[in-house]
């Protein structure tokens, strides 16, 4: 693994311990009056190694979700899986992070405004990729847009059930696959 100079730490470690240290100041002060500056400083590393994990505050939370969205959408475009099979792909051994603690806590933390914007530019962004693959198939461009965007709000929508009972409730995967046959992926 290779190392970060500055910190010291491995970099595969330096972006959880971010990661940590944002969620850490989330719940202590609120989203808004924490800068990434703050965060740099609570985790002990520099200001530039935050922008080489992510490009914005929010992406703490997200980063790993994006991950196997951005996962996902390649299973939809470069392979023969459904998109159903695509999109449980996101819930597969995901363990609760960021965006799960984030959800659980979002009033005390300050984001459910921060929360609601994200999950809608994350739902277009899905709904967009499984309507070309719909349409791709032949499928009837409103129709697809229509299905898509059901879809796209059923991976949401189990995201949020998820991580509002991860202690003791099913896996993400389970939830997925329940919410799009709900939707008819």
Known sequence: MASESRSGRPRASSREVLSEAACELFLEQGYDATSV????????????SFFNYFSAKSDVLWSGFDERVDEAIAALT???????????????????DALALAIANADVMGLVA?????????QFRLQREVAARLVSEGEDRLRA???????????LAAVWAWAEHTAGGPALADLLATALADAHA
């Not at 847009?145 to 991976?155: D, K, L, P």
């Open 78 to 96: 470069e392979s023969d899986a459904s998109p159903t099979e695509a999109l449980v792909s996101i819930g597969r051994d995901f363990a609760p």
């Open 114 to 122: 921060e929360l609601d914007r994200d999950r809608a530019q994350r």
């Open 37 to 48: 500056s703050d965060i740099t400083q609570r985790a002990g590393v520099s200001r530039s």
């Open 145 to 155: 847009q229509v299905r898509g965007g059901a879809v796209a709000a059923a991976v």
